[in-house]
């Protein structure tokens, strides 16, 4: 093996490693700041979508999270327990489950609007870092979500 390609497949430069360790980093550091919610990582994505559309079909969230909706199906249940959702039938198709935020879940939001700053401030983190970083994990995913339709 020649040096070029000892250092192109060393770990520490490939893109898959830095951001595999980065997003379990990143998720363990949300860990503090979501216990006082009693959220879960997870759960509190849940919870940002629904605070954004009020209600949602279990498929229209788990298209917004791109998530499967069996692997969503749970978190809903655990949110429902908290008393920060409720669930009922579609009115127009029995077969729809709509998830919607409750009054608990509503005022929950106004406690959740410290999260970000503190995630910036834990992660050292400027205005100008993460608008950077969603540019190109936006450009990541669209890539990866046009990869695999192809």
Sequence with gaps: ??????????LESQLCFALAVASRGVIEAYRTELEPL?????QYLVMLALWEHESCSLSQLATLLRL???TLSPMVKRL????????????AD???????LTPEGRA????????????MAKLQLT????TKLREVT?????????????
């Design 68 to 70: 499967e909706p069996a």
């Design 38 to 42: 009693h959220l879960t990582h997870p």
């Design 80 to 91: 429902e327990k908290l008393g920060y959702v409720s669930k009922r039938r579609g009115a």
């Design 138 to 150: 936006s450009r990541l995913i669209a890539a990866t979500s046009a990869a695999r339709a192809s």
């Design 94 to 100: 029995e077969r729809t489950l709509v998830v919607a």
């Design 108 to 119: 929950l939001r106004a406690d959740a609007t410290a999260v970000p700053l503190a995630m």
């Design 127 to 130: 205005d100008d870092d993460v």
């Design 1 to 10: 093996m020649t040096e070029t390609t000892d250092d192109l497949l060393a």
